[in-house]
């Protein structure tokens, strides 16, 4: 991490420095900084430009990019080789995109449908990172024009479903693009901090953050109080945004006309074209009640409840995230003090009356929903820099975090919604005499079974000293720092051999999977408890068979002819058990073979005990 300089007598930064608050958007991205004057937030642009530049990266015949304005322009001319909606492929594979493959216009690379998507244009592969740091790369230099100084930091923002490969992902592009990334900070959560809500130490609050934008849909749920920023919960959607009411509209023409999508297809400038008119045709909507143009010889016409009608089923969808986002925030609807809007397509009026209507109040418009988060990006990288040392960020995990047990069950570490930067340890141990090795797998997810749930990675914590089973203290400790990327580390406690792994999963899931994820978990709740029991006590019948084995081979003449058929009985019968699906069962068998053995055991430890006094040594494997 990089040093800042920091004047120790004021707590502020260094005149030099300055850190810019970037969002990186599907559609737009912009920069803001503080003004060092008026200590408001304002977003950078050129005398009267837009302040948004389109996340469109086009390459020229050389491979020169050229991004923002220019590069819009060519969409429809050259559609093969102009990148939107990049954001889209962050930390993703071919797999997780493949259902949308009709949606980008250029090629996205499939031939192996389980490393991560890469975009050719020409001869030239390019990654998510690549293209999202030639956008951050034009945001910098824009803002170093505007500014005329060096811009080297910044505080950029994902959508709080991000997972930790795209979190890294977007990282990596801002270092791609010279810049150093001081922050990876949620857009919720910018953009309340953007609405000042909280920066008075007196207000407490319970706020709802609805951010519709081009490509991503978020809710998030804050408690704000003294000045301290609490997510209690967010939902969302990476596949629901402005984008799709443009595709709505498109279809509609679409099937109006009677023309095909195959038959579309055969004309990739006519599909951008479409598609522009689409987006105009809404964004008109949003103030007027009919939009007509002409398109290739034919005229197009919508009315606004027509496309109220084609965008109800998506709205509704958010609507339906509004409510598990306030169940998941353990509040009710009417306990949301504030409503802020975030994303441009909240500006179709439709959006903004349903949201009002499902929180029964009216919402937060005031501040321009596109410029929004890329405020409150700049109010964090002031509170970085240490300017305003009263409020604090925090920030949730999505889903709980865990480890594999014995049987492939779940040990949740750290549970779902838990603030970050977090951290939390459990001790383990082995399960075999001279375990020298064990095997950690990192699982996401709120099922009980770690097959059900999505596997983050695995490492080995090798080279423990040969020891009993269940004498080693393996403690596992996760971490997860305030950019929401999560390190896990091991280590034996007697022996001092330690491991540790940064997650970067191989490809990241999408916030519909994870909606997905929390379904299911609530849907098999009943049978995932009854699994967990029932492995349970397989778990512990296979140890007490185990056990009762190895004392047997230890202690052979211990036992009676009488005895050992007795406890031979007892084990066939607890075996037979184990390859049913009755817990009960199994219990009962378990409870049969100790009753039969207490003895044993009872005579087995006077026995040690009475070596023990003659001066030898107890045997640790018994
Ligand atoms: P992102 O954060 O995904 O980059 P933005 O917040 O910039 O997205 O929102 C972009 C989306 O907002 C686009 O789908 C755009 O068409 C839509 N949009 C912008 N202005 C309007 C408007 N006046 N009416 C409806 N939608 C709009
Ligand atoms: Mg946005």
Same mark, same amino acid.
């Given at each position: 991490?990089?040093?800042?300089?920091?004047?120790?007598?004021?707590?502020?930064?260094?005149?030099?420095?300055?850190?810019?608050?970037?969002?990186?958007?599907?559609?737009?991205?912009?920069?803001?900084?503080?003004?060092?004057?008026?200590?408001?937030?304002?977003?950078?642009?050129?005398?009267?430009?837009?302040?948004?530049?389109?996340?469109?990266?086009?390459?020229?015949?050389?491979?020169?990019?050229?991004?923002?304005?220019?590069?819009?322009?060519?969409?429809?001319?050259?559609?093969?080789?102009?990148?939107?909606?990049?954001?889209?492929?962050?930390?993703?594979?071919?797999?997780?995109?493949?259902? /949308?493959?009709?949606?980008?216009?250029?090629?996205?690379?499939?031939?192996?449908?389980?490393?991560?998507?890469?975009?050719?244009?020409?001869?030239?592969?390019?990654?998510?990172?690549?293209?999202?740091?030639?956008?951050?790369?034009?945001?910098?230099?824009?803002?170093?024009?505007?500014?005329?100084?060096?811009?080297?930091?910044?505080?950029?923002?994902?959508?709080?479903?991000?997972?930790?490969?795209?979190?890294?992902?977007?990282?990596?592009?801002?270092?791609?693009?010279?810049?150093?990334?001081?922050?990876?900070? !949620?857009?919720?959560?910018?953009?309340?901090?953007?609405?000042?809500?909280? %920066?008075?130490?007196?207000?407490?609050?319970?706020?709802?953050?609805?951010?519709?934008?081009?490509?991503?849909?978020?809710?998030?749920?804050?408690?704000?109080?003294?000045?301290?920023?609490?997510?209690?919960?967010?939902?969302?959607?990476?596949?629901?945004?402005?984008?799709?009411?443009?595709?709505?509209?498109?279809?509609?023409?679409?099937?109006?006309?009677?023309?095909?999508?195959?038959?579309?297809?055969? /004309?990739?400038?006519?599909?951008?074209?479409?598609?522009?008119?689409?987006?105009?045709?809404?964004?008109?909507?949003?103030?007027?009640?009919?939009?007509?143009?002409?398109? !290739?010889?034919?005229?197009?016409?919508?009315?606004?409840?027509?496309?109220?009608?084609?965008?109800?089923?998506?709205?509704?969808?958010?609507?339906?995230?509004?409510?598990?986002?306030?169940?998941?925030?353990?509040?009710?609807?009417?306990?949301?003090?504030?409503?802020?809007?975030?994303?441009?397509?909240?500006?179709?009026?439709?959006?903004?009356?349903?949201?009002?209507?499902?929180?029964?109040?009216?919402?937060?418009?005031?501040? !321009?929903?596109?410029?929004?988060?890329? %405020?409150?990006?700049?109010?964090?990288?002031?509170?970085?820099?240490?300017? !305003?040392?009263?409020?604090?960020?925090?920030?949730?995990?999505?889903?709980?975090?865990?480890?594999?047990?014995?049987?492939?069950?779940?040990?949740?570490?750290?549970?779902?919604?838990?603030?970050?930067?977090?951290?939390?340890?459990?001790?383990?141990?082995?399960?075999?005499?001279?375990?020298?090795?064990?095997?950690?797998?990192?699982?996401?997810?709120?099922?009980?079974?770690?097959?059900?749930?999505?596997?983050?990675?695995?490492?080995?914590?090798?080279?423990?000293?040969?020891?009993?089973?269940?004498?080693?203290?393996?403690?596992?400790?996760?971490?997860?720092?305030?950019?929401?990327?999560?390190?896990?580390?091991?280590?034996?406690?007697?022996?001092?051999?330690?491991?540790?792994?940064?997650?970067?999963?191989?490809?990241?899931?999408?916030?519909?999977?994870?909606?997905?994820?929390?379904?299911?978990?609530?849907? /098999?709740?009943?049978?995932?408890?009854?699994?967990?029991?029932?492995?349970?006590?397989?778990?512990?019948?296979?140890?007490?068979?185990?056990?009762?084995?190895?004392?047997?081979?230890?202690?052979?003449?211990?036992?009676?002819?009488?005895?050992?058929?007795?406890?031979?009985?007892?084990?066939?019968?607890?075996?037979?058990?184990?390859?049913?699906?009755?817990?009960?069962?199994?219990?009962?068998?378990?409870?049969?073979?100790?009753?039969?053995?207490?003895?044993?055991?009872?005579?087995?430890?006077?026995?040690?005990?009475?070596?023990?006094?003659?001066?030898?040594?107890?045997?640790?494997?018994?």
């Amino acid at each position: 991490m990089a040093k800042i300089g920091i004047n120790i007598a004021t707590g502020s930064l260094q005149q030099s420095e300055m850190i810019v608050g970037i969002d990186l958007g599907t559609t737009h991205s912009l920069v803001a900084i503080l003004h060092p004057d008026g200590k408001k937030p304002v977003a950078l642009k050129e005398h009267d430009a837009s302040s948004l530049v389109p996340s469109i990266v086009y390459f020229d015949p050389q491979g020169m990019p050229v991004v923002g304005e220019a590069a819009k322009q060519m969409m429809e001319l050259q559609p093969e080789r102009t990148i939107f909606s990049a954001k889209r492929l962050m930390g993703k594979s071919y797999k997780d995109v493949q259902d /949308h493959a009709d949606f980008f216009s250029y090629k996205v690379i499939d031939d192996d449908t389980e490393s991560l998507v890469k975009v050719q244009v020409d001869d030239r592969f390019y990654s998510p990172v690549e293209l999202s740091s030639y956008i951050l790369k034009e945001l910098k230099t824009r803002a170093e024009h505007i500014l005329k100084t060096p811009v080297t930091k910044a505080v950029i923002t994902v959508p709080a479903y991000f997972n930790d490969t795209q979190r890294q992902a977007t990282r990596d592009a801002g270092k791609l693009a010279g810049l150093d990334v001081l922050r990876i900070v !949620n857009e919720p959560t910018a953009a309340s901090l953007a609405y000042g809500i909280g %920066l008075d130490q007196e207000v407490e609050k319970t706020i709802a953050v609805y951010d519709l934008g081009g490509g991503t849909f978020d809710i998030s749920i804050l408690r704000i109080h003294q000045g301290v920023f609490d997510v209690l919960s967010t939902h969302g959607n990476t596949y629901l945004g402005g984008d799709d009411f443009d595709r709505a509209i498109m279809n509609y023409w679409l099937e109006q006309g009677g023309i095909s999508r195959e038959e579309l297809k055969q /004309h990739p400038n006519l599909v951008q074209s479409l598609r522009l008119l689409a987006e105009k045709a809404k964004k008109t909507l949003s103030s007027e009640d009919v939009f007509e143009t002409e398109w !290739n010889g034919d005229s197009l016409r919508i009315t606004k409840a027509t496309f109220e009608g084609l965008v109800k089923g998506l709205i509704d969808q958010t609507l339906e995230s509004c409510r598990m986002a306030v169940k998941d925030a353990g509040v009710q609807v009417g306990d949301i003090d504030e409503v802020v809007m975030v994303g441009g397509s909240t500006r179709v009026p439709a959006v903004k009356q349903a949201v009002s209507a499902f929180f029964g109040k009216s919402v937060h418009d005031e501040v !321009n929903p596109d410029e929004v988060v890329a %405020l409150g990006a700049a109010i964090q990288a002031d509170i970085l820099a240490g300017n !305003n040392k009263d409020t604090l960020l925090l920030d949730i995990t999505p889903l709980s975090l865990g480890i594999e047990t014995m049987g492939g069950l779940m040990d949740v570490l750290i549970p779902r919604n838990s603030k970050v930067p977090t951290k939390a340890g459990r001790q383990y141990t082995t399960q075999k005499d001279g375990q020298s090795g064990i095997r950690i797998s990192v699982f996401q997810g709120e099922r009980d079974m770690v097959k059900d749930n999505r596997k983050l990675g695995e490492f080995n914590l090798t080279g423990i000293p040969a020891m009993p089973a269940g004498l080693p203290k393996v403690d596992i400790q996760f971490l997860i720092n305030a950019d929401g990327i999560l390190s896990v580390s091991a280590k034996e406690l007697r022996s001092g051999v330690s491991q540790s792994i940064e997650i970067q999963p191989q490809y990241g899931l999408t916030d519909s999977q994870v909606e997905q994820m929390l379904m299911d978990s609530i849907q /098999h709740a009943k049978t995932d408890i009854a699994l967990r029991a029932l492995v349970e006590a397989r778990t512990e019948g296979e140890q007490i068979l185990e056990m009762t084995e190895r004392f047997i081979a230890k202690n052979p003449t211990l036992l009676s002819g009488d005895e050992l058929k007795l406890t031979a009985d007892a084990m066939q019968a607890l075996q037979l058990a184990l390859t049913m699906e009755d817990k009960n069962l199994i219990q009962n068998k378990v409870e049969a073979l100790n009753e039969v053995t207490r003895p044993f055991a009872e005579r087995a430890m006077d026995q040690a005990v009475g070596q023990a006094l003659k001066g030898k040594t107890l045997d640790h494997s018994v």
